[in-house]
């Protein structure tokens, strides 16, 4: 009954906040509206308790799972990416403090996935300049996943890209 849970884990938060079982609960809250795909909520309960207990025994997967539930909500690429940025910089505050951990090697392969929705948006914006015979705005946009997106799969593509759309504006000097 996650409601019931929910509201004892709260009991116990907001009567007994210097206790020894305060981060237990505030990180169980967090599981719960985990669990209940209430990312926002979760997110904020696992970084109360990285801040207001971070010697606790949950600090370290708090920290992950507050970058986690951004990611959760890391929409497609077509859409705004404010969640994946926060995602990417969450992962990345995570390998700071914990760079030999063994979810490091998880949040470097999400920074991955992230980063390749990120130039996925640019490179399709990208196209759809083109199509719409915005070719100077296209190569903006190539130019974004070319500087920004290097370690992306994007990156050849968008470098082929570029230089076919060169070539088709009579810039041969710019595509060699």
Known sequence: DWLEAERLFDVIR????????ADD???????????KEAYIMANFNYNMVRRSYPSSEFAKSAFY?????????????????????????GFIEFLSFYPNDSLSV?????????RDKLAQREFETAR??????????ALIYYDVVIDDF?????YEL?????MDLLLELKKNDEAK
């Open 14 to 21: 907001l009567q007994f906040p210097s206790s020894s079982y």
């Open 25 to 35: 609960a505030l990180y169980a809250l967090g599981e719960v509206n985990f669990e």
């Open 65 to 89: 799972k507050s970058a986690y539930c951004y990611y959760r909500l890391s929409p497609p690429f077509d859409r705004d990416q404010e969640y994946t940025k926060k995602a990417i910089q």
């Open 106 to 114: 998880e949040a470097d392969r999400r920074i991955m996935e992230l």
């Open 128 to 137: 759809m300049y083109r199509k719409i015979y915005s070719r100077k705005s």
């Open 150 to 154: 290097q370690d992306s799969k994007y």
């Open 158 to 162: 968008a470098y082929v890209e570029k």
